[in-house]
């Protein structure tokens, strides 16, 4: 059984398209979160979310909307896509919020043409 | 593909060598840290983490190192392994409860 997974794994879109990203965990964690990786590799948070309750939300355009129906779903929905958002977005979940390891997805590659 | 980090600090080691991996972190509150592995076209995937109250803990052929006093964490892995070719990053725990990776360092393994 997958501990955290993603859908879709891949997805090819146009400039100013809406898009969505699904990340479900079946660990029973409280924390979830959403990672972007550039082409350079680094890793960078972008939001987490504490039982359905935003706790952290980094300087991301606010084109990006997480949202959390339950404590073991967060989805990451992206409105008017830019070239510049084509990277790897990794869902993450963890039992506590900061004081325990990160279980990765396996990323969502994300390409704007 | 996924595109290559070309600009990551990379190791190259023999197969059967140790290998050091460094990482200096920026937070003196920070008081958890974890390494993990990232293969080509995969997630991250933990490997070993040390709490604060600690200066070093030992895995399976892998050694993490806490250094307070300089900001310094490093990873040793014993007996290096072509698999063991990937990724490395570290991460911090940092205020209200996310985490900080570094920046990475790409691990070779040379039959």
């Known amino acids: 059984d997958t501990a955290v997974s993603q859908t879709p794994k891949y997805l090819v879109t146009q400039m100013g398209n809406d898009k969505s990203i699904k990340c479900e965990q079946n660990l029973g964690h409280d924390t979830m979160y959403w990672y972007k990786q550039d082409s350079k590799k680094f890793l960078k948070i972008m939001f987490s979310?504490?039982?359905?309750?935003?706790?952290i939300n980094e300087t991301v355009p606010n084109r990006f909307s997480p949202k959390s129906p339950d404590k073991a779903h967060l989805n990451l929905h992206i409105n008017s896509l830019e070239l510049g958002d084509s990277a790897v977005y990794f869902c993450a979940s963890s039992q506590a919020s900061g004081g325990d390891k990160l279980y990765f997805g396996p990323g969502t590659r994300l390409l704007v043409l | 593909g996924e595109s290559v980090g070309l600009h990551l600090p990379t190791l190259s080691v023999q197969e059967g060598d140790n290998s050091i991996i460094n990482c200096a972190y920026s937070?003196?509150?920070?008081?958890?840290f974890i390494w993990y592995k990232q293969e080509s076209g995969k997630g991250p995937q933990f490997i070993i983490d040390i709490r604060s109250n600690m200066d070093k803990r030992q895995g399976q052929r892998v050694t993490v190192l806490l250094n307070k006093t300089v900001k310094h964490l490093s990873l040793q892995i014993a007996a290096t392994q072509p698999g063991d070719s990937a990724v490395y990053f570290c991460?911090?725990?940092?205020?209200?409860?996310?985490?900080?990776f570094g920046t990475g360092t790409r691990l070779k393994v040379l039959a």
């Open positions: 937070n003196s509150a920070s008081d958890y």
């Open positions: 991460a911090e725990n940092t205020p209200p409860g996310g985490y900080i």
């Open positions: 979310y504490n039982n359905k309750e935003l706790i």
